[in-house]
Every structure is written in structure tokens, then in C-alpha cells.
Nanobody, 123 residues
Framework: VQLQASGGGLVQAGGSLRLSCAAS????????MGWYRQGPGNERELVAD???????TYADSVKGRFTISRDDVKKTVSLQMNSLKSEDTGVYYC??????????????????WGQGTLVTVSS
């Protein structure tokens, strides 16, 4: 599976961005898909994931502001980010896995990674 992320950019605090990730491969629908981010000086952290069937998990810091979704026909996963804050700044990565340990949120549980897209929120 190859993943290609897009949609990052510069936005003012309070604004919105939508990230998209396009996947190749025929087994996309079986994968858990996640969005991770890595801010300056920080470790990579899980932002949200979406399972087969549509179940989702969000980091506490983004609940109510971000929405993850997937389209298994188009083989895409998206992250709608609203009410952005300066602390949301970072490189955002989409990732995919069939590892049952995805629930731990550890990045090591994910097998496939996109190249990352930079989100900068100015205050």
C-alpha cells in the first residue's frame, strides 16, 4: 500500500483545513487508517483513527474539532480540521495498518506511511 497525503498549508488560528490521503492497493477497506502529527520538538502522536466499518478514535486535544472519514471506493481517508489552534502545528502523516495493536495508538503498530504534509497555524 502506498499513501499520498495532501492538503496542508498555512492557516490562521480559528480557521479550517482538510487533509486528504490517497491510497493504492486493493485491500484498503481492510485497513485501519490513522492520522498522526509531529510538532516541533515533539514525538509523533496519534490524532485520529478510523476502522473498518467506520468506528473512530480521537486524541482528546482534537475531539469536537477534527473529523476523520474514509471512502473505501475512492480509497481515501480525510481529516477535516476546524477551529485550529497554534498547537495543532506540525507535520501530519496518514498511516495504515492491519495490526490489531493499532488500538494502542503507537506509531509502531502502523505498517504504511504517507510522506507527511505540513500544517502551520498562526496565532
Amino acid at each position: 500500500v502506498q499513501l499520498q497525503a495532501s492538503g496542508g498549508g498555512l492557516v490562521q488560528a480559528g480557521g479550517s483545513l482538510r487533509l486528504s490521503c490517497a491510497a493504492s492497493g486493493s485491500t484498503f477497506s481492510t485497513y485501519v487508517m490513522g492520522w498522526y502529527r509531529q510538532g516541533p520538538g515533539n514525538e509523533r502522536e496519534l490524532v485520529a483513527d478510523i476502522r473498518r466499518g467506520g468506528g473512530t478514535t480521537y486524541a482528546d486535544s482534537v475531539k469536537g474539532r477534527f473529523t476523520i472519514s474514509r471512502d473505501d471506493v475512492k480509497k481515501t481517508v480525510s481529516l477535516q480540521m476546524n477551529s485550529l489552534k497554534s498547537e495543532d502545528t506540525g507535520v501530519y502523516y496518514c498511516a495504515g495498518t492491519i495490526n490489531v495493536e493499532y488500538y494502542t495508538g503507537r506509531s509502531s503498530a502502523y505498517y504504511y506511511w504517507g510522506q507527511g504534509t505540513l500544517v502551520t497555524v498562526s496565532s
